[in-house]
Nanobody, 121 residues
Framework: VQLQASGGGLVQAGGSLRLSCAAS????????VGWHRQAPGKQRELVAR???????NYADSVKGRFTISRDNAKNTVYLQMNSLSPEDTAVYYC????????????????WGQGTLVTVSS
């Protein structure tokens, strides 16, 4: 199972971006999904997570500004980011817990390659 993240770029403070993350491979199901970010010189942190059942949680720093969503039919997860500030500048990574098709289904967690978000002041 592979994840392909896209949608990053350069945006001015106060602007918006929408990140996408598409899963491909021999997927039986995608369960919990999430977005993380890593700013220069900092540790990777959880931004938002969404269960298959629709429950979500967010980092305090993005609550009210970011929204995680998913399209189960397309095996795609999104992160809508509004009111961006320079502090949101980071490489954003998607991750997904999956069940892989097979005679014996295999569970795992996949990570996307990261997409850079740069917010200018």
């Amino acid at each position: 199972v592979q994840l392909q993240a896209s949608g990053g770029g350069l945006v001015q403070a106060g602007g918006s971006l929408r990140l996408s993350c598409a899963a491909s491979g021999s997927i039986s199901s995608i369960n919990d999904v999430g977005w993380h970010r890593q700013a220069p010189g900092k540790q990777r942190e959880l931004v938002a997570r969404l269960t298959r059942g629709g429950s979500s949680n967010y980092a305090d720093s993005v609550k009210g500004r970011f929204t995680i969503s998913r399209d189960n039919a397309k095996n795609t997860v999104y992160l809508q980011m509004n009111s961006l500030s320079p502090e949101d500048t980071a490489v954003y990574y998607c991750e997904a817990d999956y069940l892989e098709m097979g005679e014996v289904p295999v569970a795992g967690r996949a990570w996307g390659q990261g997409t850079l978000v740069t917010v200018s002041s």
